[in-house]
């Protein structure tokens, strides 16, 4: 059963990271009155998978069959990098200009030199010209990667599917990444995602309640949700300590106090999509669309964009936008983000 959730999840990320022919009639950049997205086409082949932008002229972008790219200039222009492996790659994180970490995910029964011996942690520590490989035997994927000081770090690890057993971790390290602890943390079947305000970590757990660290992972506090039993948390985000959001897969809900009270809102979304606040008040959505055509998977027929300047309160919505779905994202600063729509690279701005 896991794994045929794991395939729909990557048949459904895969509609934002293929390339496809642009419509020139799909221009997002007035759908969002506050914001400004600007596209370009890149001319590199990558299913990416993980984005890093250490500030906003300086990041990575990793995935399929081993492959990073680099930019210096904001992504107007990309340079591939050696990684030295073929694995798949899911995740990116780099501390400061040279110091950062890829993670894969394992691979078996192929031909290259690291297939059947895990999961790999690649190292660099001059800025992604060479890397160093760590590989993980007993684990099938790292995802989630974050590095809160040169030793301490915190992931998502799985390992192989056991019927009844589990096989999804909250990990955190000690050492920078060389040996990994595996916590006994209730977390949500399928989990794939860990989300971070500075240095608190949040995770959706099962039974409807979501888990926090202030500590870096060593000690987690449970926070209850008013999700329904038969829905479970579907994401997670928080503007700061405080203020965050929850989607119960079919409505959203508020908190102001950290998780103490939370309400549910009128939203005229029900799922978190590319969700981002630029201060309390003003914040967006995208949400995308799939529908049932009487195939076995849902159709993409595009993106609906949301704002908000008052907290969630109102919200402005506009027309489908076809084509267009910002899969991929990544904020290095409260009013700049990057993200992959097909064979586009757009950059997410806050209108003066």
Known sequence: MKKIMFLLVIIVCCYGCNKEPNNPEDDLTNSI???EITKSNYDFDINPRGIFFVNPNFGFVVGYNGDIYKTTDSGQTWVKKNSGTTLHLFSVFFRDENV???????????????????????????????????????????????????????????????????DEYVA?????????????????PYCDRLFFVDNLVFVAGSNQKIFKSSDFGHNWQTITTPIEGYNSVGDIYF???????????TS????????????KTNFPFTRLGT????????????????????GDFPTFKGS????TKNGGESWSTSEPQKSFYLGLTFFPLRDLGYGFNLSEFCTIKKKE
């Open 252 to 263: 959203v809900f508020k908190t102001t106090n950290g998780g103490s009270n939370w309400t």
């Open 100 to 166: 950062g970490f890829v993670s894969s995910q394992a691979a078996g029964g192929c031909l290259n030199a690291d297939c059947d011996k895990g999961s790999v942690l690649l190292k660099t520590t001059d800025g992604g010209e060479t890397w160093t490989k760590t590989f993980f035997p007993d684990y099938t994927r790292i995802l989630s990667l974050k590095f809160f000081d040169a030793l301490k770090g915190i992931a998502l690890i799985h390992t192989p599917d056991i019927p009844n057993s589990k």
């Open 172 to 188: 955190i390290t000690s050492d920078g990444g060389i040996n990994w602890n595996l916590l006994d943390l209730a977390i949500k």
């Open 33 to 35: 009155d506050g914001w």
């Open 275 to 294: 969700f981002h606040f630029f201060n309390e008040n003003e914040g967006f959505n995208m949400e995308p669309v799939f529908v049932y055509d009487g």
């Open 304 to 307: 609906i964009c949301y704002e």
């Open 239 to 249: 503007y700061n300590e405080q203020m965050g959001f929850i989607d119960g897969i």
